[in-house]
């Protein structure tokens, strides 16, 4: 009889609201893995927007549940099974929509597995497979950027948006960037201008002062980067110069991509969009893969985590209630106690 631990994880067996349909359950995992596997103790793990769209049923890749949730984080190798490239103690991750991150314990096959440097800290290695590289795919791939170039980008304080800021100054590129008015608005704007942002400023603020702004600098920005749509997508792309790229990467207004006529007829913009994960799927991107992720930037301080609250599985109704309201900092699920440690 096949030996098997126990593993807390987080399920739905039905779509619906995640606070309603979520349940920590105990299941058990294979103790030994077989050739070609891995044992992972799963570490942490934040919740992201496309997991709440997961368990809804509203994302573009659905798996019919039962399903563990999560879509990104970070776990250790505690068993390799034989043949493995991996020992016991390294660092992993996978890069897939469908991974079970919201448990205790899996096994893995090995080619799925992308090694993380155990110096990386967890709460950004937990974070690193979506945002950074969602980053440096709009930031690579659409236009050539030169040193000094100006990027504007909304949503700069989301998870891409502070990857996007780190980027480009690791890149060498000027950032502009527009973020939605708070009360704690000068806390904000310090924070970007401490990660790397040239230029911070509210929507209405840029609204004022864009023409003067536009004035002042050498040149036009050759790239937006969309992640909230509605009129903010109107603002940043009507800035670009002629025939600019605008990429959008999300929705967070949930309302309609906007352009302006003079800018897609008069000014011959582009209008592109990105999925990190269906770009990644493609195979004539595999060998790019593992640079995107920026290992060595996370190493050197110069790619950090965003701002999140440690949470633990057994507070997973509070964890989502918050993500749904949008009204907090996002949440790390920290599956095991020894992750801790290094948070």
Not at 40 to 68: C, F, M
Not at 257 to 262: C, D
């Amino acid at each position: 009889m096949q030996k098997t631990i126990q593993s807390r994880a987080l399920i739905y067996h039905k779509f619906g609201d995640p606070r309603e349909v979520l349940e920590l359950q105990t299941i058990q995992v294979p103790a030994e893995p077989s050739k070609g596997e891995c044992l992972v103790q799963w570490l942490a793990s934040p919740i992201n927007p496309l997991d709440i769209n997961r368990v809804q049923g509203n994302y573009a890749l659905k798996t019919e549940p039962p399903v563990i949730g999560g879509s990104e984080g970070v776990g250790k190798i505690i068993k390799a099974g034989s043949g493995s490239r991996f020992k016991v103690g390294d660092h992993v991750t996978i890069f897939s929509a469908e991974t079970p991150f919201w448990t205790e314990y899996g096994i893995v096959d090995d080619e799925d597995l992308v090694q993380l440097d155990n110096r990386i800290p967890l709460d950004l290695a937990a974070t690193l497979m979506i945002n950074p590289p969602t980053a440096w795919i709009m930031l690579q791939k659409y236009v050539k950027l030169e040193k000094g170039d100006y990027v504007i980008q909304n949503s700069a304080n989301s998870g891409v948006g502070r990857s996007v800021i780190e980027l480009c100054k690791a890149f060498g590129y000027k950032s502009i960037n527009v973020v939605r008015s708070r009360p704690n608005i000068k806390e904000l704007k310090t924070d970007l201008w401490r990660i790397g942002a040239d230029h911070v400023f509210t929507e209405e603020e840029f609204k004022e002062t864009s023409k003067e702004f536009l004035k002042s600098i050498k040149s036009r920005p050759k790239l937006a980067l969309n992640g909230v749509g509605g009129k903010s997508s109107l603002q940043i792309s009507s800035v670009l110069e002629r025939g600019g790229t605008c990429v959008t990467y999300g929705g967070m207004s949930k309302k309609a991509h906007e352009f302006t006529t003079s800018a897609l007829v008069f000014n011959d913009i582009q209008v592109r969009g990105v999925a990190v994960g269906m770009w990644a799927r493609r195979e004539e991107n595999l060998d790019e893969w593992n640079f995107c992720v920026e290992q060595k930037l996370a190493v050197e301080g110069k790619l950090t985590s965003i701002p999140m609250e440690k949470v633990s599985l057994a507070d997973h109704k509070k964890a989502i209630q918050k993500s749904m309201e949008g009204k907090s900092i996002k949440q790390l699920f920290i599956i095991n106690s020894s992750a801790t440690s290094r948070l």
